[in-house]
């Protein structure tokens, strides 16, 4: 149980409902900043403004995925006011408060280090990408057959990346029925691709590779689909791009190329809210159970 916790819950998608629908059940104390226009009402949560809000009293703060913008906006769509976190909030909290987000940025993890104030990043734990990595294929799978005029079985697809996400979304299109090359950089990713028989490549090669690519799907942060990369695909290849924002796609180009290429972080939120809230909600009341009790102990 979460008794004697106060929990601030700001912003986020319907994910953040499966969230507050399970702490509350464990009995934490919620204030719920950006849910104005939220019709759902929760026992134990009361709906507050970022300024009615008493910090000093807050254990823990807990954002969306995405955590905040450069500026320190939080998304909010249950609510038309724009909510920002600020180092100044966070220095109203107790000195035990944690900050968990999905993910980081500059911004957000300045604050907590300038405030001094632990950011507990739930997308950096294997269980959460992996149990989230099913969610995102399915949405993956989704866009793959709606932006196509041809099946998923026997199309050539390239995935780039064998981390926790391109692993589960090489392992489906090639239960599909797929012709899967994978591309990684690590000697034990192209032995691990090897073993799940697929097709390996360095991504050094990456050229070489997507000469007759039908879908070309990339988990990699960074830039790694460039317009040189673009400018040998064939026009009718689609590519979704599933690393965070910015991506790893050259999309100017890859409209200027007329290639249709999508940016599509958050699937989970967008195909599977309810499960992927659950997801969420599941790891974040384990790590405050184990906060709480070592702060007890």
Same mark, same amino acid.
């Given at each position: 149980?979460?008794?004697?916790?106060?929990?601030?819950?700001?912003?986020?998608?319907?994910?953040?409902?499966?969230? &507050?629908?399970?702490?509350?059940?464990?009995?934490?104390?919620? @204030?719920? &900043?950006?849910?104005?226009?939220?019709?759902?009402?929760?026992?134990?949560?009361?709906?507050?403004?970022?300024?009615?809000?008493?910090?000093?009293?807050?254990?823990?703060?807990?954002?969306?995925?995405?955590?905040?913008?450069?500026?320190?906006?939080?998304?909010?769509?249950?609510?038309?006011?724009?909510?920002?976190? @600020?180092?100044?909030?966070?220095?109203?909290?107790?000195?035990?408060?944690?900050?968990?987000?999905?993910?980081?940025?500059?911004?957000? /993890?300045?604050?907590?280090?300038?405030?001094?104030?632990?950011?507990?990043?739930?997308?950096?734990?294997?269980?959460?990408?992996?149990?989230?990595?099913?969610?995102?294929?399915?949405?993956?799978?989704?866009?793959?057959?709606?932006?196509?005029?041809?099946?998923?079985?026997?199309?050539?697809?390239?995935?780039?990346?064998?981390?926790?996400?391109?692993?589960?979304?090489?392992?489906?299109?090639?239960?599909?029925?797929?012709?899967?090359?994978?591309?990684?950089?690590?000697?034990?990713? &192209?032995?691990?691709?090897?073993?799940? /028989?697929?097709?390996?490549?360095?991504?050094?090669?990456?050229?070489?590779?997507?000469?007759?690519?039908? +879908?070309?799907?990339?988990?990699?942060?960074?830039?790694?689909?460039?317009?040189?990369? +673009? @400018?040998?695909?064939?026009?009718?290849?689609?590519?979704?791009?599933?690393?965070?924002?910015?991506?790893?796609?050259?999309?100017?180009?890859?409209?200027? #190329?007329?290639?249709?290429?999508?940016?599509?972080?958050?699937?989970?939120? &967008?195909?599977?809210? #309810?499960?992927?809230?659950?997801?969420?909600?599941?790891?974040?009341?384990?790590?405050?159970?184990?906060?709480?009790?070592?702060?007890?102990?």
């Amino acid at each position: 149980m979460l008794t004697g916790l106060h929990l601030a819950v700001i912003g986020g998608d319907a994910r953040q409902l499966e969230i &507050i629908r399970r702490l509350t059940e464990l009995d934490a104390k919620l @204030s719920l &900043i950006g849910f104005e226009q939220l019709d759902h009402a929760f026992t134990g949560a009361v709906k507050e403004k970022m300024d009615e809000v008493d910090f000093s009293n807050i254990d823990a703060i807990i954002l969306p995925v995405a955590g905040t913008s450069l500026d320190g906006q939080v998304d909010t769509i249950f609510s038309n006011e724009k909510v920002y976190l @600020s180092k100044e909030i966070l220095l109203e909290t107790p000195a035990h408060c944690t900050v968990y987000s999905g993910i980081t940025n500059s911004y957000l /993890s300045g604050i907590t280090k300038k405030a001094d104030r632990r950011l507990v990043q739930l997308f950096q734990r294997d269980d959460v990408a992996i149990y989230n990595s099913i969610p995102t294929v399915e949405g993956t799978i989704m866009m793959a057959i709606q932006h196509t005029d041809f099946t998923i079985h026997g199309s050539n697809v390239l995935v780039l990346g064998l981390g926790r996400v391109g692993m589960t979304v090489a392992r489906t299109f090639d239960a599909l029925g797929a012709h899967v090359k994978v591309g990684a950089r690590k000697t034990e990713h &192209i032995a691990r691709i090897t073993e799940m /028989s697929l097709t390996p490549f360095h991504l050094k090669n990456l050229e070489e590779h997507v000469k007759d690519v039908d +879908i070309c799907i990339n988990t990699i942060p960074h830039m790694i689909v460039t317009a040189s990369v +673009i @400018s040998k695909m064939p026009s009718h290849t689609l590519v979704i791009d599933l690393a965070s924002k910015p991506g790893g796609t050259d999309f100017r180009y890859a409209e200027k #190329r007329g290639i249709k290429a999508l940016l599509a972080p958050s699937l989970p939120g &967008i195909v599977a809210p #309810r499960t992927a809230g659950q997801i969420l909600a599941n790891v974040l009341s384990r790590v405050l159970k184990e906060d709480l009790q070592s702060r007890k102990g």
